[in-house]
Every structure is written in structure tokens, then in C-alpha cells.
């Protein structure tokens, strides 16, 4: 499918706008932890949050309480984990059930014990092997991992930048949108989802599906029509919808 690299969607008063985390609202890092979120986002989300009458969530591979922390005081409905948790836009937590974890986190912490440059983020539901820092273990990881998923049940493996995922079987960033497009207040509008890597692909089919817009943040193939060359321009797209006033400015809201 085409890309139309110069030209990203309108928000527009129906719009339900979806935005993954990392390498879309703020640049990756070399851990996880030490993402910086870049003065004013959270406003701006804030603000947009507000002019589409609560029709903004997060999607991420993230958990919930971490997105939590980094938008402090700002609390978004939202989906974790990539999908296999969710929280509505009335504060409700939904939660995949729960695979048992134990033979993968044996796997992953015996190859971190013996490559301290990997690193394990331990999820609720599932587990993060990052390996930004040690590329050359990518097959290494893979290989173990995958030797350890096959010994499992109820998990499913997903590779992202530099990071590898073991989360809940069935769920995925486009399962999330799919559940939030049959709730207020994102039902009966148009959505729009922004990522960045392979893990919000998903995300994208069903978006595309659903006949709204994606938006695929950097370099790389993906199925989305849109593309958007940096986490600096999108941040730029997204403070021109909150100023844009003839469109998302309700009577008597100050935005």
C-alpha cells in the first residue's frame, strides 16, 4: 500500500485517537526507565484528551502504572502489556488470564545472569528480554526464548526493537483498539492510531480495517498509509490539533 509520506491525517471532532508510547510520544533510550517525556506532552495530551471528550488512549507494550508515572498527574484510558490488560475510559481494568510465566522467566534470568548487558522487565502479565544494549545476542536471545516458549502454554512470543515480549496468546495493540472501538466514547468514531515498530502493526491492520487512519512513526516497511518521519513531528501534529481551534474548541472549554 502506498505511504503518503508528507501528509498526516486531521483530527477531527469524531476522530478516536490511539497513540503508542515509545519511539512515538517520546524518543527510545537505552533502558527503558530512562525515556524522557519531552516538556509540554503532557498538556498537549491532556488537552486533546479533553477536545475529543475522552476518546484518547494509550497503547503500549508498556505496563499501565509505568505509562502512569511518566504522564503524572495526567491518568489516560489505556492499554498495557501490548493488549493483555486494559483500562476503559470509566477507570475499569480488564486483564487477560493469566499464563504461567515461570518456565520463560527461569530461561530469561539464567541468559541475564550470563549477559548483564541483557536486561528483564518483569510485567504483570508477561516479560520483557531487552537487548538494546548487547545487539549482537539477538539470536541468542531468540533461540533461547523460543526454546522456553515451546515448553509453555497460554504465551505467544513478539519481537520488537531490540526487545523480545512474552505476553498472554490472543492479544495484541489491535485486539485493544478493537475492545475501546465498542465503548464510549470511542465507539461510532473514526480512529486513528500512531506507532512505531512491528508490535503496533496489529494495531494498524484493525484501524485500517475499521476504516480509519494509521500512522507508522520512522523508517521500516508496515501496512500503515501514513507515515510520520520522527517523535518530533508527531508531537508537532498532535500541538496543532490542540490549537487548532475552529475544530476541537467546545463553547465555554478552555482548552
Not at 20 to 35: C, I, N, R, S
Not at 161 to 185: N, Q, R, W, Y
Amino acid at each position: 500500500m502506498p505511504i503518503h509520506a508528507q501528509t498526516l491525517p486531521a483530527l477531527t471532532p469524531d476522530t478516536a485517537l490511539f497513540l503508542d508510547f515509545d519511539g512515538t510520544l517520546v524518543a527510545l533510550a537505552p533502558q527503558p526507565e530512562l525515556v524522557e517525556v519531552a516538556p509540554g506532552l503532557t498538556g498537549i495530551l491532556a488537552a486533546l484528551h479533553r477536545q475529543l471528550h475522552g476518546a484518547l488512549a494509550l497503547v503500549s507494550g508498556r505496563r499501565l502504572s509505568d505509562l502512569d508515572v511518566f504522564l503524572a498527574p495526567l491518568r489516560l484510558p489505556a492499554a498495557g502489556e501490548h493488549g493483555a490488560q486494559r483500562r476503559t475510559a470509566d477507570g475499569l481494568l480488564i486483564s487477560a488470564p493469566p499464563a504461567d510465566l515461570r518456565p520463560v522467566l527461569r530461561a530469561a534470568e539464567s541468559l541475564v545472569a550470563r549477559h548483564p548487558a541483557l536486561k528483564l522487565e518483569r510485567k504483570n502479565l508477561a516479560i520483557s528480554l531487552h537487548y538494546r544494549q548487547a545487539p549482537e545476542l539477538e539470536s541468542l536471545c531468540m533461540q533461547v526464548m523460543g526454546e522456553a516458549l515451546a515448553g509453555s502454554e497460554g504465551l505467544e512470543l513478539m519481537q520488537g526493537k531490540c526487545v523480545i515480549d512474552l505476553k498472554p496468546a490472543g492479544f495484541s495493540k489491535g485486539t485493544a483498539i478493537a475492545f475501546f472501538m465498542t465503548e464510549p466514547p470511542f465507539a461510532g468514531r473514526r480512529p486513528v492510531f500512531a506507532g512505531d515498530d512491528v508490535t503496533d502493526e496489529a494495531g494498524f491492520e484493525e484501524v485500517q480495517r475499521l476504516g480509519g487512519q494509521a500512522i507508522k512513526v520512522g523508517d521500516g516497511p508496515s501496512v500503515a498509509r501514513h507515515r510520520c518521519p520522527s517523535v518530533a513531528r508527531l508531537a508537532g501534529w498532535l500541538q496543532a490539533g490542540v490549537a487548532d481551534q475552529r475544530i476541537f474548541h467546545p463553547p465555554g472549554l478552555s482548552a
